[in-house]
């Protein structure tokens, strides 16, 4: 399997401008989760999906925030207004979602920058 | 909110030091899970300890979940230079909720 896969890898915009982050879970994965990891707060959930309904999104920031999960293998994380804060690494993980928390597995990330 | 705490934020040691990370939680956790993560990289998972006093060993890595299953640590022996990273430590506070609270993570370098 190719493992958990996020597009892009490295996104550079300027503030006031959307930004789309985009995730493909690993197949048959059930739960799908958005991390933000700064260097002030960590690993902060943002929200998570289960069979591709939002389950928790208490962790969003606020409302220039949105996450969807069309389907099962994809799902995208939307900034719109981007503002500087917004600056950090966002990861995707997916879990198979057994009766315990299931082992998380984490894509690659995207580093977002916004000047 | 829930917390999990975990100290020390950072560690340097000489290779061939031990080096030991904690974990604390202000509530009962269901189960307890650590990850790495290397410079540059995407957290990885280690381990998942369940049972209250539980211990794992991997290689010269051992866990431990308390008794009360509101702390775990995480201890090296004889670190390696392909031990540097961060450690996080990540609480299920909720059975069942498959929802993760991470600690901020202790980054450790190692001089060889």
């Known amino acids: 399997d190719a493992g958990v896969i996020q597009s892009p890898r490295h996104e550079v915009t300027e503030m006031g401008q959307e930004v789309t982050l985009r995730c493909k879970p690993i197949?048959?994965?059930?739960?799908l989760f958005w991390y933000r990891q700064t260097m002030m707060r960590g690993l902060e959930l943002l929200i998570y999906f289960n069979n591709n309904v939002p389950i928790d999104d208490s962790g969003m920031p606020e409302d220039r925030f949105s996450a969807k999960m069309p389907n099962a293998s994809f799902s995208t994380l939307k900034i719109q207004p981007s503002e500087p804060r917004d600056s950090a690494v966002y990861f995707c993980?997916?879990?198979?979602?057994?009766?315990?928390?299931?082992?998380?597995?984490f894509g690659p990330g995207t580093r977002l920058t916004v000047l | 909110g829930q917390q999990v705490m975990q100290i020390p934020q950072y560690q340097h040691v000489q290779e061939g030091e031990d080096f030991t990370t904690y974990c604390n939680s202000s509530?009962?956790?269901?189960?307890i899970q650590w990850y790495k993560q290397r410079p540059g990289g995407h957290p990885v998972f280690l381990i998942q300890?369940?049972?209250?006093?539980e211990v794992k060993k991997q290689k010269r890595l051992t866990f431990q979940f308390g008794e009360a299953k509101k702390n775990s640590s995480l201890h090296i022996t004889a670190t390696q230079t392909t031990d540097v990273g961060t450690y996080f430590c990540?609480?299920?506070?909720?059975?069942?909720?498959?929802?993760?609270?991470f600690g901020q993570g202790t980054r450790l370098t190692i001089n060889p």
């Open positions: 993980a997916s879990s198979l979602g057994r009766f315990r928390a299931d082992t998380q597995y």
């Open positions: 300890l369940v049972k209250s006093g």
């Open positions: 509530t009962t956790l269901s189960n």
């Open positions: 197949s048959g994965h059930d739960y």
């Open positions: 990540a609480g299920e506070v909720i059975q069942g909720a498959q929802k993760l609270v």
